[in-house]
């Protein structure tokens, strides 16, 4: 039985969600399911060069961003995650540590071998605890 499903979102990506969050939708609606949205924020490299706090505010404002992109697609109460480090990684961990039951996730356009599977996609779908469900564009 499938309770919480999770959407990554690349807000700078369309492809990640046009597709995607309709999809998710669909399956949170089918299995009565909660339906999550998670964006990662690369890890920010502290250089000697730079301010302590620099990059503190973009959390708040990929926030802002996935809310905007979630809103647009009718969606105004998904539970938003903003986690920061590599994109594969973060996304297991949340999906475990939450205990989703369902990673929605769209496919990236890509070269041979690799047709729209990207490194990240890849990672997840091997590893995942949990079902993947892959939209493809």
């Excluded at 990662?40 to 905007?68: F, M, T, W």
């Amino acid at each position: 039985m499938v309770t919480k499903i999770l959407l990554p979102i690349d807000h700078t990506d369309e492809q990640s969600w046009k597709k995607a969050l309709p999809m998710a939708r669909e399956q949170a609606k089918h299995y009565g399911a909660e339906l999550h949205a998670v964006s990662v924020i690369p890890e920010i490299i502290q250089l000697p060069n730079l301010p302590a706090n620099y990059g503190a505010g973009a959390k708040d404002h990929v926030r802002g961003k996935i809310r905007e992109i979630l809103a647009s697609g009718g969606e105004s109460e998904i539970t938003i995650h903003i986690e920061q480090g590599s994109v594969y990684r973060e996304i297991l961990k949340l999906a475990h540590r939450e205990g989703f039951d369902m990673i929605v996730m769209a496919s990236a356009k890509g070269d041979f071998p690799n047709y729209e599977i990207g490194p990240n996609l890849a990672r997840v779908v091997r590893n995942a605890h949990c079902s993947v469900v892959v939209v493809r564009s």
